[in-house]
């Protein structure tokens, strides 16, 4: 019987280790099999690679991105590819989950990737950076929005910073005297909801109007907003500001109307997308005003074609996230352009290249007219505030 | 010299995980091993560290806990903590040594202090109060401002802004938004010592008069309180060790990945769950098993990659597979029937 138990335990341990053996072999099989999107016109391709969660709670982002990368990889390879050498296109899901955003960056190098457009949220787009950078790979996030996301010299982004929403709103809400008083509903589970709420009372402090009061949730309780509401009121806020997501904000609004409270609502670019919201009432986001790089009913003929084309393969209307992984594919390729990268080099020299051609390039995208960068990784690109009348946006100048 | 059976098994726990550890280094070596593998194998050895600290709780002291990533969340953040502040002052190996000190006292501190409680309940009442414990622990270290300057340490429990720091202040934990620039500093070696020295404690542990007093309190407490056993002291020690190796679990977490966020996805109740499940596919009260069922479980999901959302569903069908092969009486029987007198290593602890 001892015998037997040696027998079998030495086979399990056999088995065990070839199962991860094999394990191996899968991955490196899948790799080689499966590119989404774009087939080689010649030998040679350049592969670009995005994360996102793709499944759980914030689905939507992941989604958004990688689908709005897809749409502009395939466009790219319609109309010739970059310096004439079509590109392969790769998503992989992080599940908001940072330790889960490095495997997914390491399988997308084991495919080949050459750039990163990713990852997706900030947390993960930050433990990603410290592999990016270990490898001198170009990363180019179009959604990360935290301060570290771009704290490596490889690493850039197409949205606002957080910091810089946050100053931006308090600027633009004093230089329109939109209110004396103001009172913050913040998420203060949320990095990027915290990350604006702080430069906001920190870039508020001499301006024109004071912060009255400031009530956190978090995500585990963000069904009811009585409470910040009555304290926003009982202080006399005449302007609320809601640098949160939109489904929170659909329900404050919600709230306040019952309540009977109708100050300015004033949010950032998380609450583009309130007006496709489910069961909600757009009438009472009537006024609602909104520093957004992205409304998808503008009348420019890049944003009708982006919104069109997006509908058709998606069937639905793409937000800010898919706006700006959709520019963000666009940069890449115009950078490349510039510096005549091709496929062939290494990935480290394509880094080099596109870092030094980030720097002097002025892209126009969906996000704004004229994008350019500074060696730190930030954009340089003019919020523009928009107002919800009649349930569209319109510029709010 | 003749082993006795125990000790044999015991051996045979080491040799497995050496024999993994040794493959994977040859093919990293030789460069078979793919990208994606190599970032794999960390997570996985901390997976095995803390399905083994839980194992501890639940299959030998028999003490159902839903909270261990608790635990794991206060090793991770005492000890990134730490690491942050003499990043620039120590070397790395006693940084990472020291580091390894500080969570794992830490975790067993806050272990010894939530057993004195919690241990006086029993089943579902401790399963309920670790699962509280669990997210009170997510919830406070939220609420935490910590930054550093010129004049010292700033401390808040408001926002980053009362912290009133000078201008060449660094905010070392601002609240919801975590630690981030964690060095990196686990590596798959320190993750394979760290697992066969838990190995080592819990499998000791178990064959000691302290370890069959702690099972004979899970088989009969009654009866084991009648024989003279120090009925909580023995409880509050099974339980101080589990919640230290799990702290040892977060130390290597926090040192792998530099953000480290106190955020539901690693150290909620669904975590918490998800070491459970690997515990009780392992086998509860099989210590070799939960490490097995950690890495593969880990590893599965990772692997399914290439059937991208498809892959949730597999992941689910299999545990339910595994689940209804390794319990179900019929199945039990059939096996037994089929395959003769093959009898599992371990399988006979479980039952």
Known sequence: MKKMNKVVSVMSAAVIALSMLAGCGDTAADTAGTGDAGSASGDKVFKIGAIGPLTGGAAAYGNAVCNAAELAVAEINANGGINGYQVEYKKQDDELNAEKSVNAYNTLKDWGMQVLVGSTTSACSIAVSEYTKADNMFQLTPSGSAEDCVKYDNAFRVCFSDPNQGIASAQYISDHNLATKVGIIYDSSDVYSSG??????????????EVVSAEAFTADNNT?????????????????????????AALILTQASTMGYAPTFFGVDGLDGILTVENFDVSLAEGVMLLTPFAADATDDLTVNFVKNYQEKYGEIPNQFAADAYDAVFIIKQAMEAKGVTPDMSVSDICEAVKGAMTEIEASGLTSAKMTWAANGEPNKEPKAVIIKDGAYVSAQ | MKLDKKSKSNLITYAIVIAAYIIFQVLAMTGNLSSHMKGLLVPMTYYAVIAVALNLCVGILGELSIGHCGFMCIGAFTSAFFSKITADILPTAPRFFLAFLIGIGFAALFGFLIGIPVLRLKGDYLAIVTLAFGEIIKNVINAFYIGIDKNGLHFSMKNSMELGMEADGNILVNGAMGI???????????????????LFVVQNLVNSRDGRAIMAIRDNYIAAESTGINVTGYKMMAFTISAAIAGAAGVLFSHNITTLTASSQYFGYNASIMILVYVVLGGIGNIRGSVIAACILYLLPELLRGLSTYRMLIYSIVLIIMMIVNWSPKV??????TFGKVKLPGRKEVA
């Open chain 2, 180 to 198: 981030t620039g964690t060095p990196h500093d686990a590596n798959f070696t320190v993750g394979i010592v760290v697992l066969l020295i838990s």
């Open chain 2, 332 to 337: 039990i029987e059939w096996r037994k029937k």
């Open chain 1, 196 to 209: 604006i709420y702080q430069k906001f009372v920190q870039e508020s402090e001499g301006k024109n109007f």
């Open chain 1, 224 to 248: 009811d907003f009585s409470v910040q509401l009555q304290k926003a009121k009982d202080a006399g806020a005449d302007l609320v500001f809601l640098p949160i997501y939109y489904k929170e």
